[in-house]
């Protein structure tokens, strides 16, 4: 069975523009969570959806943004890009909500300039 | 709020050594704990996890046991192997309805021939 995949795979934008990323996650699974991974540090929580419903948000700005779609795929927004936006951005998916064994995409790295 | 402390990297051992990297965390009720593995340039693995207090995790060589009364929640390996090097990250879980998973810092383990 296929893993969590996400796309683009790296991605380079410049200040004030926007992005989406994108994330499939595991045939049956309804819950998807985002996460922003600074080099070095370990990955912040950003947000879970489920069922198509926004279930978290983490501390965050308004300029990230998500959705889930009926077929459970997601994507995350950022509008405004800042210097500090640059980062891997990593998708998990579960099977329910609340479910703790959450399985990870291999990330969009983001770069702005 | 719930946080998770690493011991901080890099970790140098030789093949064969025995490895520990300790983990702490801070947390309201009862968590679920795990250990992730990223190696250079992938997203993140699940090594193992224990969903409650005496629960010992295993997985690959790979030992942690949940320890309440202490908070802790420490990676062991009787022999790593050059293979083990990569980054590893301990983690705990919002048992809210979130699915967040807060994470450590991370440390670094790079074994040598």
């Known amino acids: 069975d296929a893993g969590v995949t996400q796309s683009p795979t790296h991605l380079i934008k410049t200040r004030g523009q926007h992005v989406t990323l994108r994330c499939s996650p595991i045939?049956?699974?309804?819950?998807v969570s985002w996460y922003q991974q600074v080099l070095g540090q370990g990955p912040q929580f950003i947000f879970q959806y489920y069922e198509k419903e926004e279930r978290g948000r983490g501390n965050f700005p308004d300029r990230f943004s998500a959705r889930q779609f009926p077929n459970y795929s997601s994507e995350l927004n950022v509008n405004a890009l800042l210097l500090g936006d640059s980062a891997l951005y990593l998708c998990?998916?579960?099977?329910?909500?609340?479910?703790?064994?959450?399985?990870f995409g291999p990330g969009t790295r983001l770069t702005v300039l | 709020g719930d946080s998770v402390t690493q011991m901080e990297g890099p970790v140098t051992l030789s093949e064969e050594a025995f490895l520990t990297i300790n983990c702490t965390y801070t947390a309201t009720g009862y968590p679920s704990l795990f250990w992730y593995v990223q190696y250079p340039g992938e997203g993140l693995q699940l090594l193992l996890k224990a969903t409650k207090a005496d629960d010992k995790g295993s997985n690959k060589g790979f030992e942690a046991t949940y320890r309440k009364e202490t908070t802790s929640f420490h990676l062991e390996k009787g022999s790593v192997q050059v293979s083990d090097s990569a980054v590893y990250f301990c983690a705990l879980s919002d048992r809210g309805n979130t699915g967040k998973l807060i994470f450590g810092q991370g440390t670094t383990l790079q074994v040598k021939p």
């Open positions: 045939s049956g699974h309804k819950s």
């Open positions: 998990a998916s579960s099977l329910v909500g609340r479910s703790n064994e959450q399985f």
